[in-house]
C-alpha cells in the first residue's frame, strides 16, 4: 500500500516543527498467525528552516523502518519496534510511529545542501554578515597550560 504524507498528517500532531513537507511512504504488511509486522519504506521531502542561514530548504528524507505487532492479553511495548496489542483489537493507529520515523531521518543540523563543487547554497547575503561577526576570540591564559597536557593509554 502506498500513500503520500504532507502537511495534513504533520497538522495533527501538537508542536510540530513541520509545517510543509511531501512524502511517499511504501508499507507493506506481512499478517502471520501470532503477529503482523509493518515495513516502512519511507522518502521525500521536508521543508526545514536552515540553522546558518533562516532560509527554508526542502531536506530530502529517506529511509526504511519496521514495526512488530504482536497479538497478546494487554496492550503494551517490549520496546521500540515491538508492540502488543489484545487478539480482539481489529485496529491499529501507526500515526505517531509514523511521525516519530520521519523525524528521526532528518539530520540534527539543518543546512542548505552543497553543489558539486562544494558551495553551499545558503543565502549569500546572510553568510557575508555572518562571517563580517565572526570575531576570533583570544583564548584566555589560563588554559594554555592545559594544552600542553598529553594522555597516554
Not at 510543509?20 to 498467525?33: E, P, R, S
Not at 509514523?98 to 563543487?117: A, C, G, N, Q, T
Request: charged share 30%.
Amino acid at each position: 500500500m502506498e500513500f503520500v504524507v504532507d502537511d495534513k498528517f504533520f497538522n495533527e500532531f501538537k508542536y510540530t516543527e513541520i509545517t510543509d513537507a511531501h512524502l511517499k511512504v511504501d508499507l507493506k504488511i506481512d499478517k502471520q498467525a501470532t503477529m503482523m509486522v509493518f515495513s516502512f519504506d519511507i522518502h521525500g521531502y521536508v521543508n526545514c528552516v536552515c540553522d546558518r542561514c533562516l532560509e527554508v530548504y526542502p531536506q530530502e528524507v529517506a529511509g526504511n523502518e519496521k514495526i512488530i505487532v504482536k497479538f497478546g492479553d494487554d496492550k503494551s511495548e517490549e520496546d521500540d519496534e515491538v508492540k502488543i496489542i489484545p487478539s480482539s483489537q481489529n485496529q491499529i493507529d501507526i500515526s505517531q510511529d509514523l511521525y516519530e520515523f520521519i523525524i528521526l531521518m532528518m539530520p540534527l543540523k539543518r543546512v542548505h545542501p552543497e553543489d558539486k563543487s562544494g558551495k553551499s547554497f545558503c543565502n549569500p547575503e546572510i553568510i557575508k554578515i555572518l562571517n563580517k561577526l565572526n570575531v576570533q576570540q583570544n583564548s584566555d591564559p589560563r588554559w594554555d597550560a592545559l594544552k600542553n597536557i598529553s594522555f597516554k593509554n
